[in-house]
């Protein structure tokens, strides 16, 4: 009963199995795959193969049904087929739409490439407008930097010409002072005041050597006080000794000035020289002896060139106070005797200014027989007698 | 077609890249240029 059984159920199990579906083929399940990974391009893809999506549907349908069928080998080939319509489908969208990204990304690259160009060309041209201007402000720095340094360079020769200016104005004005106390120095030798202001002059000698030495050693400040003491003391020896030269070169002058009169008296025609002196006062004496006629105060004829010639005396030396006195010989009463002795001298002092005399100067006066010429004994003595002198009076 | 179009791809990158890059340098010379013109001397 039990083995009955059993059997029973082998064999039931037997025709289970032989009725059952077969497992579905790989053909059909890579088909399946396939359409399912592709599902959002299929519709698209069937569009532009229209007849392979067809072929691809009905394939894998009759595979599908032979699979069912148990009719494997038939369904694995249709399914292959329907596959391979698939696979062709797909590849044919695919293709067109790299063909499309191909011909859009060369539209892209043109572009691009376009735009790359441009840019390349405007950078080019502002690199180029950089370069000029890094350039031109790099010229100006230099430019700057090279005032700036000149500009300092300027500045320190300006110090160094301004010092060396100064310098040289402070050795220009020692030099002044200098030349100014040396001037002071030869103004006091012109009144020897060496010999009439020996000590003054002295130290403005001394202060002078100072101030030269100084000089020579650039110490200007020193040399300027130097000078100006030397032309101090110069000044005060000048002021000392000038009124002491000046009398003494008076003196000489007058001396020099008596020693010519006295030379050139003797030299007029007709004429005695003589110095008388009378205490501090010298006198030089001229006379003009025969210049009258006996008691005639008319002045004699033949005498002209000796007037002419004490005319041109006096003219010489217009200075002296000149005395003109006129005498007689001792004959006859001293009134008379006075009186025409008076007017010979008033005869030669017309005598004198119609020669062009200037006669503020002469004293006329008469002393009759005062003083005589030469011995009144004899007539040629009285003749002698009877004359004028003309007496230049100095010290 | 896939290679031609990864290399079209590749050289459309390598313009694009150009491009940023000289994009980059142009903008960065303008301002340089800008600051120079700004900090010149007159």
């Not at chain 1, 000048?238 to 009169?261: D, F, G, V, W």
């Not at chain 1, 008388?276 to 006062?281: A, K, M, S, T, V």
């Not at chain 1, 025409?340 to 503020?360: C, F, N, P, T, W």
Request: glycine share 4%.
């Amino acid at each position: 009963m039990k083995l009955r059984i059993s059997t029973v159920v082998v064999v039931a199990g037997a025709i289970a199995l032989a009725c059952a579906t077969p497992p579905k083929p790989r053909e059909l399940e890579a088909f399946d795959t396939l359409r399912k990974a592709n599902e959002a391009t299929l519709p698209e893809a069937g569009k532009r193969s229209p007849d392979l999506a067809a072929e691809a549907d009905r394939r894998s349908a009759t595979a599908r049904d032979e699979w069912q069928s148990n009719d494997l080998a038939e369904s694995r080939r249709d399914a292959l087929i329907a596959l391979i319509k698939l696979k062709s489908e797909l590849a044919i969208y695919e293709q067109e739409q790299l063909k499309t990204r191909l011909q859009t990304l060369s539209g892209q690259q043109a572009q691009a490439e376009e735009e790359s160009a441009g840019l390349s060309k405007d950078l080019a041209s502002e690199q180029e407008k950089l370069a000029l201007l890094q350039k031109y402000v790099d010229a100006r720095k230099t430019a700057d930097a090279d005032k700036q340094r000149l500009s300092q360079e300027m500045t320190s020769e300006q110090q160094k010409a301004q010092a060396e200016q100064q310098r040289l104005s402070q050795e220009l004005v020692s030099e002044q002072k200098i030349a100014i106390a040396q001037l002071a120095l030869r103004t006091a030798d012109t009144v020897e005041a060496s010999k009439y202001a020996g000590a003054e002059y002295a130290a403005a000698g001394d202060m002078l050597a100072s101030a030269t030495a100084e000089l020579k050693q650039n110490d200007y400040p020193a040399a300027q006080a130097s000078a100006e003491v030397a032309k101090k003391n110069a000044d005060r020896a000048t002021e000392i000794a000038k009124p002491l030269y000046e009398q003494a070169a008076q003196s000489n002058e007058n001396k020099a000035r008596n020693e010519a009169l006295a030379r050139d008296a003797p030299a007029i025609t007709g004429v005695k020289v003589r110095i008388d002196p009378r205490g501090d006062l010298q006198r030089l004496v001229i006379v003009i002896p025969e210049l009258f006629k006996k008691r005639d105060p008319n002045i004699a004829p033949g005498h002209d060139g000796t007037l002419d010639g004490v005319a041109e005396l006096l003219k010489k030396y217009p200075s002296y106070p000149v005395q003109v006195i006129g005498y007689t010989d001792n004959h006859g009463k001293s009134t008379e005797l006075i009186a025409i002795s008076a007017a010979r001298a008033q005869a030669v002092y017309s005598a004198l200014a119609e020669r062009g005399v200037e006669v503020k100067r002469l004293m006329v006066s008469g002393l009759g027989g005062e003083d005589p010429f030469v011995d009144n004994r004899s007539a040629a003595g009285r003749a002698k007698n009877n004359r004028v002198e003309i007496v230049f009076m100095y010290h | 077609l896939r290679a031609q179009v990864q290399k079209r791809e590749a050289a459309l990158q390598d313009v694009r890249a150009k491009i940023a890059h000289t994009r980059k340098a142009l903008q960065e010379t303008v301002a340089k240029k800008k600051a120079l013109e700004g900090s010149s001397p007159q």
